[in-house]
């Protein structure tokens, strides 16, 4: 079985900062991947950044990077130069990479930027 | 580029009737996932589709039912609706073939029931 923590339930953070949103996980899969979503006040759920469990660099995606710990089983979003759209929720997620596997999300946290 | 389409967007139905939800893939993608998310949760997976054939199966209460047709589309049937059935489901696509298997969501349909 496959667990998501994200302990943080709300960020609040002044816009141009940097954010860090921290997810901790737990599998007992060898191979899995590891991804974050954006979840605006509309509603959809945007794909932001994805790391693998044997990638040896730390994913990047423009202001997005994935600090990935192995060893501490976490896999962190740091949102470089925050914006006012930035504000959203934010959903870590987990699935094991062979086939056709569900996701399985963390509570998430909503960030808040202020201006 | 072309994303997941969902529809309706927003569906109103009162107790004991039924829905349908539709879903069309990223073009080419193989698989199709359902996911359900009530108010303030994380989504839970319901179920899903690899080349039209059921998958993985998660929570997806005995009333509900899904298919994935041969132009890849997929519905979700959801019969006595109840007042807990009330959520925003997301139907995501992904590609298996893909380094990374993403999967990328629809804008959701949101279900009330009254």
């Known amino acids: 079985a496959q667990k998501i923590t994200q302990t943080q339930p709300g960020m609040f953070v002044q816009e141009k900062e940097a954010v860090t949103l921290d997810c901790t996980y737990d599998t007992s899969d060898q191979s899995y991947g590891l991804f974050w979503y954006k979840q605006p006040s509309s509603g959809e759920m945007i794909f932001l950044i994805y790391q693998g469990s044997y990638d040896e660099q730390n994913a990047t995606e423009g202001r997005y990077s994935l600090n990935f710990q192995k060893a501490r089983k976490s896999a962190n979003l740091v949102i470089s130069a925050s914006q006012l759209g930035d504000s959203a929720m934010y959903f870590c997620a987990m699935r094991p990479i062979q086939g056709a596997q569900k996701l399985v999300f963390g509570q998430g946290t909503r960030l808040t930027i202020n201006p | 580029a072309a994303g997941v389409i969902q529809s309706p967007r927003h569906l109103i139905k009162e107790k004991r009737e039924t829905a349908t939800l539709k879903c069309y893939p990223i073009?080419?993608?193989?698989?199709v996932y359902w996911y359900q998310q009530g108010p303030g949760q994380d989504p839970q997976f319901l179920i899903s589709?690899?080349?039209?054939?059921?998958?993985d199966k998660g929570s997806i209460p005995d009333r509900f039912s899904a298919q994935q047709f041969s132009d890849y589309h997929s519905e979700l049937n959801m019969s006595s609706l109840e007042l807990g059935d009330s959520a925003l489901y997301f139907c995501?696509?992904?590609?298996?073939?893909?380094?990374?298997?993403?999967?990328?969501f629809g804008p959701g349909t949101r279900l009330t029931v009254l």
């Open positions: 589709f690899y080349e039209k054939m059921q998958s």
């Open positions: 073009p080419r993608h193989d698989t």
């Open positions: 995501a696509s992904s590609s298996i073939v893909s380094s990374t298997d993403t999967q990328y």
